[in-house]
């Protein structure tokens, strides 16, 4: 099957600093990804979805301008979570795609620690 | 919109007994269907998936699961599971191709000796 990659798998950042999550699609080229969050034990909640080349859209009550995520390729999609603090915690993951194909292929995960 | 219910957040089994996972969702319109497989701290991997066709859909390591569009359900069931089953399986569902995936709230299957 496809194979997505995210990196890094885990990372602790001080509050109130930036971090960027990678995604990436190693053998396809991905025209949607999407991003979601996970707090332990409990499902994934869709963050967004971006297309390449236009703006991501955002679910509702996810906040825009502290989740900024770009997908200037077809290969590559990032998040940045700006200004962290500890409520951010959580496990990011990110899925991709490509026109027509119903199933989505998902990174390993990214464990956000705030400190 | 759509919704996914899995009604057992906890299903303790024995290994080598049977298990079946629920899943029920709600639309109004055609779905696709899928179950996703999680292992602590790591992705998901998909188990299996039905688009059309046949309503039964087998993986590759022993479950199936059976869409029933009358009682809108995609219950999951293997007739005999292994300790390395044991782990988070989530029920998820699409509107179309290509379309953002509603997750249920998952049922942490554990396998006990």
């Known amino acids: 099957g496809a194979v997505v990659s995210q990196h890094p798998s885990r990372v602790i950042c001080k509050s109130g600093t930036s971090v960027k999550i990678e995604c990436r699609s190693l053998?396809?080229?991905?025209?949607?990804m999407f991003w979601y969050r996970q707090f332990p034990k409990q499902s994934l909640m869709l963050m967004a979805t971006s297309n390449e080349g236009s703006k991501a859209t955002y679910e509702q009550g996810v906040e825009k301008d502290k989740f900024l995520i770009n997908h200037a390729s077809l290969t590559l999609s990032t998040l940045t979570v700006t200004s962290a603090h500890p409520e951010d915690s959580s496990f990011y993951i990110c899925s991709a795609l490509w026109t027509g194909n119903p199933e989505a292929f998902f990174g390993q995960g990214t464990r956000l620690t705030v400190v | 919109a759509q919704s996914v219910t899995q009604l057992d957040s906890q299903v303790p089994v024995f290994e080598e007994a049977p298990v079946e996972l629920r899943c029920n969702y709600s639309s109004s319109v055609s779905v696709y269907l899928f179950w996703y497989v999680q292992y602590p701290n790591q992705g998901l991997q998909l188990l299996l998936k039905y688009l059309s066709g046949s309503t039964l859909v087998e993986s590759i390591n022993g479950f199936e699961a059976e869409f029933n569009k009358s009682q809108t359900s995609f219950h999951l069931r293997k007739p005999s599971v292994h300790i390395s089953d044991t782990a988070e399986y989530f029920c998820a569902v699409s509107k179309n191709q290509g379309g953002k995936l509603i997750f249920g709230q998952g049922t942490e299957l554990s396998v006990k000796p």
């Open positions: 053998d396809f080229q991905a025209t949607t």
